[in-house]
């Protein structure tokens, strides 16, 4: 008798990048494979009702992570420091990894862009599988070319930020001067 297949938990990103015209120039995605310590040690922390010490914040300093409630990862307008982000650096995952490489923060000057407010999409269910998508917009208003080569999600969680995804992209995705990058992850459970 065949067994039967466990419940499989993926999560997809995808980039679309749009010049100043609103024309779509560019289109990535891909399985997210970089999951890194501090998701798994917020995940332990709701699961058991105890705090995990000694987990890296974004700032590279010592916290812990206990049950707070929600991973709160909307971000906010106008605020790179939670939510879905972007980045250039372009080092291999590390599990340890508590930070992207070199995060784009938000501005409107060089190497900056201006991050809009991230929103969750609603669930849905198709077949066996049911999921939900979370975006957000980033807007190139820096006076130059960004090049994306790491995107991921931060959320906060008793008031300081970790890193819960970092994935590398590549091939590398250009955002012109006056355009726009829409991030998306998709997060699914498939019977």
């Known amino acids: 008798m065949k067994q039967p297949r466990p419940p499989l938990v993926e999560m997809r990103w995808a980039m679309e990048v749009r010049d100043h015209q609103g024309r779509l120039i560019a289109r990535e995605s891909d399985k ?26 974004t700032l590279g300093v010592n916290r812990t992570i206990a049950n707070y409630g929600a991973m709160g990862s909307l971000g906010p307008n106008d605020n790179s420091l939670y939510g879905l982000v972007l980045g250039t650096g372009v080092a291999a995952v590390l599990i340890t990894d508590n930070k992207l490489g070199t995060q784009i923060v938000h501005g409107l000057v060089a190497n900056t862009l201006d991050h809009q407010l991230g929103e969750v999409l609603g669930e849905t269910t198709v077949g066996g599988t049911r999921s939900f998508k979370t975006r957000r917009l980033f807007v190139n ?51």
Not at 41 to 48: A, G, T
Not at 148 to 156: K, L, M
């Open 141 to 191: 208003a820096s006076g130059g070319t960004i090049t994306v080569n790491e995107c991921g999600i931060y959320f906060t969680s008793g008031g300081f930020y970790f890193c819960a995804v970092r994935d590398l992209v590549s091939p590398a995705v250009p955002i012109p001067n006056g355009g726009t990058a829409t991030l998306i992850y998709t997060i699914s459970i498939s019977v």
């Open 32 to 57: 997210s494979r970089s999951y890194v310590r501090a998701f798994i040690d917020w995940m332990y922390s709701h699961f058991s009702g105890a705090g995990v010490a000694l987990v890296p914040d």
